[in-house]
């Protein structure tokens, strides 16, 4: 009979722990506040974080752009924004949301796990993940901007269009070497 | 349960995280190094960063303001303290394009060296705040307006929509002003509306409304990157109204009021960038008249070669020159530089008569983004014979980011975005006792125009110009030359044929008068003057009916001129209505009770109608 409450005891602890607010891992949140899990919501597609701020100029002017991505790719690839600045609050995040004519989920990153996860460090920059969680693509969406304040009329590569072309034919899919231009996403050291 | 599951998967990523290079955190580890070796070294924000934060970045970073985020406190610079070291060291903010030096120009956004050192040296210590002590005061800021309560607040009629993508955009409001009498205007400040998506604003008086028939209604603007004001005469007094990100309204000094005519359009032609989300735009302007009406004109040269621009695609060292002497001499007080988005490098010098060179202006990496128009601090003297240079150099390469055309193609001299420009506009005092100042702007404007047609014979405007100030030096028979060469420049041009119609008319030669004074209002039907010059034209051939019909319409036109009510009169009463004369004529004395010629004529009427003959 002991031998049985005590096991009883064990299982309880292991299904209350990962609820548990002081877990050791952190997580990416919805704007409720819960912990989300993007890869289950993307199922089979493939996953995309675009990293942004809401008071970074540049990561705003690609609004448009991204809107247009992730719907020219709906079929393969769910978008998410992702914002990784941790006083930024849902409230804010929200009418950011409708300011720049968004439909698409946000995550709170308050933790950058997702932004360590993707290795990225700017915003707006885009990772690529598989749906079996592999990242395949990170850094610029394209070249439109070549450094702060300085902007090309136009784009002139997509490396992100690259990315997800090549992640759908299932070819490899190159990184560039460019780094994204934009904002720092601060406390990544 | 999903969190879970979740958790497990970042263990994954972090195996790889560990192999990418992570220069960040190597650069962090040298920094707490260097500080635990040199604590006497020690920067904060209270001490260090704050004085330049507040002069140089804090003017824009705060709330209302065109910077995108606040720079008033330690908390919010420290968010922004990496990138801050990062747009500083390669001198991309605090905006400025001019190099240092002499001669210095007001309200220089430029750190040193060492300023932007203590920012890489913040950083690399952690960005610590500091003693509370050692904080300066915050800085103050005039809400509002900057200059106190405008004794006049003009809004455009509609606002602009600004789409949320899409290129660089261009518009331009006209604000009518209604004024009942002639305003002195000490100050004007420009109020762009959005000003996170306003790069500059320029404005521009339109006295002749020239710009109005752009706009596809009254009141809705128009796009255009260029303007062309029209003006039938140099205007005595000419002078910049600009506004940049930051720019505190330019207060004219003592004496240099610039006069505003009743009815005169003020146009605004501001650059706009989409913000990724749509906006409106609506500016408003805020006049500051004075009783002090202008006793200092000054005068805008124009140095310019359009001409010469046709850069090959690919060629990434195009140059463009013009000179210009001037014939008298000024005091320079400010400096607009002027390219579009393939200037490269652009500079000014002058070249004093004993052969000295000084620069004026230096810009080594242009960027139409953050032009801007620059006052001296201390005015130049420039004397007689001095030499003044332009020397702009594109780059038509893909290595230009800024080149509107990927790949590179041929771009020639234009006032659309994709076109390029080579203009400097220097504004200029005549100066020194040689002359009086009157007889000095003639001067200017004389060389100014010849070297205009010199460089260009089919220059439109430039003929134009030396046509009109040759009829204000009171030279008809030279002006009748070059305002013909206008009219056949632009055949149709309402002003040039109007210009055109009034030497002869001035030169006795009425017959001729009448074609190209037709053209004009043909052209310009609301043409008041040329209405008025085609009456007389009619009258001094003794045509008195289409006479009277076109002053009528002039009267009607500007119901205000003295002058169209007298010859109205006076036609009239050729014609034998003396009724409708006496009406006329003391219309015009009720205008204008010193119209000797109203006068005059009205005596004569009503001494002819007591003694019908």
């Not at chain 2, 190597?26 to 330049?52: G, Y």
Request: negative net charge.
């Amino acid at each position: 009979m002991r031998g049985t409450s005590l096991l009883l005891a064990c299982v309880l602890l292991a299904i209350t722990f990962p609820a548990s607010p002081q877990s050791a891992t952190k997580s990416p949140l919805d704007l409720e506040g819960r912990p989300a899990d993007p890869f289950r919501l993307a199922g089979s597609k493939l996953v995309v974080f675009l990293f942004l701020r809401t008071d970074c100029p540049i990561s705003n002017r690609y609004a448009p752009t991204i809107q247009d991505l992730s719907n020219r790719y709906s079929e393969h690839a769910s978008f998410f924004l992702v914002y990784p600045i941790a006083s930024e609050i849902p409230e804010q995040i929200r009418k950011h949301l409708q300011d720049y004519g968004y439909h698409l989920p946000a995550l709170r990153d308050p933790d950058l796990v997702l932004a360590r996860e993707s290795h990225v460090s700017i915003t707006p920059e885009a990772a690529v993940f598989s749906p079996d969680k592999k990242l395949l693509y990170h850094g610029r969406i394209d070249d439109w901007y070549v450094d702060f304040g300085r902007a090309r009329r136009e784009p002139t590569t997509h490396e992100l269009t690259a990315a997800l072309d090549n992640a759908i034919a299932h070819k490899p899919v190159s990184t560039t070497d460019a780094p994204a231009v934009g904002c720092f996403i601060p406390g990544l050291t | 349960m999903n969190h879970a599951k979740y958790s497990l998967a970042a263990g994954v990523f972090l195996g790889i995280f560990a192999l990418a290079s992570v220069p960040h955190a190597a650069q962090q580890k040298q920094a707490s190094a260097l500080s635990d070796k040199s604590s006497a070294q020690r920067v904060t924000f209270n001490r260090d960063i704050a004085p330049v934060v507040y002069r140089y970045c804090a003017p824009c970073h705060r709330p209302g303001e065109a910077a995108p985020f606040s720079l008033l406190t330690y908390q919010d610079t420290r968010k922004f303290a990496d990138q801050i070291a990062f747009i500083t060291e390669k001198r991309i903010m605090p905006p400025w394009l001019p190099s240092s030096g002499e001669p210095k120009l007001s309200g220089e956004l430029r750190l040193t060296g060492e300023q932007i050192a203590l920012f890489r040296e913040w950083v690399k210590q952690g960005a610590p705040q500091g003693y509370p002590a050692d904080l300066p005061p915050a800085p103050h800021f005039t809400p509002g307006w900057q200059l106190g309560p405008p004794d006049a607040i003009l809004h455009a009629q509609k606002p602009y929509a600004l789409p949320a993508q899409g290129t660089d955009n261009y518009w331009n409001f006209i604000f009518r002003t209604n004024f009942p009498e002639t305003r002195w205007i000490r100050a004007i400040e420009i109020r762009p509306g959005e000003k996170r998506v306003v790069h500059h604003a320029n404005m521009f008086v339109d006295r002749l409304h020239s710009s109005r028939d752009q706009e596809q209604h009254p009141g809705d603007g128009f796009p255009g990157m260029e303007l062309r004001i029209e003006s039938e005469s140099f205007d005595p007094d000419s002078h910049f109204f600009f506004w940049k990100p930051g720019s505190i309204p330019h207060e004219e000094p003592e004496g240099m009021a610039f006069r505003l005519d009743p009815g005169d359009d003020l146009v605004l032609n501001v650059h706009l960038q989409p913000s990724g989300k749509p906006e409106t735009v609506q500016p408003t302007i805020g006049l500051y008249f004075t009783d002090h009406p202008a006793t200092k004109f000054p005068f805008l040269l124009e140095l310019q070669n359009d001409r010469a621009l046709d850069i090959p695609p690919n060629d990434a060292d195009f140059e463009v020159n013009d000179d210009f002497t001037l014939p008298t001499e000024v005091q320079l007080l400010a400096i607009y530089p002027h390219a579009h988005y393939i200037g490269r490098e652009l500079s000014a010098t002058v070249t004093y008569p004993d052969g000295t060179l000084k620069n004026l202006i230096h810009i080594p990496h242009w960027d139409l983004n953050w032009q801007a128009v620059y006052y001296y601090e201390d005015p130049l003297v420039l004397p007689a014979g001095t030499r003044i240079s332009m020397h702009y150099i594109y780059d038509n390469s893909t290595a230009n980011i800024a080149n509107p055309f990927h790949p590179p193609q041929r771009i020639k001299g234009g006032n659309r975005t994709t076109d390029e420009m080579a203009h400097l506009w220097l504004q200029v005092l005549p100066h020194g006792d040689a002359l009086p100042p009157d007889q000095a702007r003639l001067l200017l404007q004389e060389a100014m125009a010849r070297h205009d047609v010199t460089r260009d014979p089919a220059d439109f405007s430039a003929q134009y110009n030396l046509a009109a100030v040759l009829q204000a030096k009171g030279d008809s028979p030279e002006a009748l030359q070059h305002f013909q060469a206008a009219v056949q420049l632009r055949p149709n041009d309402a002003i040039a044929n109007n210009a055109f119609g009034a030497v002869l008319l001035a030169l006795g030669n009425p017959a001729e008068a009448t074609a190209p004074l037709l053209r004009a209002v043909q052209s310009k039907p609301d043409y008041a003057a040329a209405h008025y010059n085609l009456g007389n034209a009619y009258a001094s051939q003794g045509n008195f009916s289409p006479a009277i019909a076109e002053f009528a319409e002039a009267a009607r036109l500007n119901p205000q001129d003295s002058m169209s009510e007298a010859n109205l009169g006076a036609a009239f009463a050729e014609a034998g209505n003396l009724d409708e004369a006496q009406k006329h004529l003391e219309r015009a004395l009720q205008l204008d009770p010193q119209n000797t010629l109203a006068s005059n004529n009205l005596d004569e009427v009503k001494r002819r109608r007591a003694s019908p003959q």
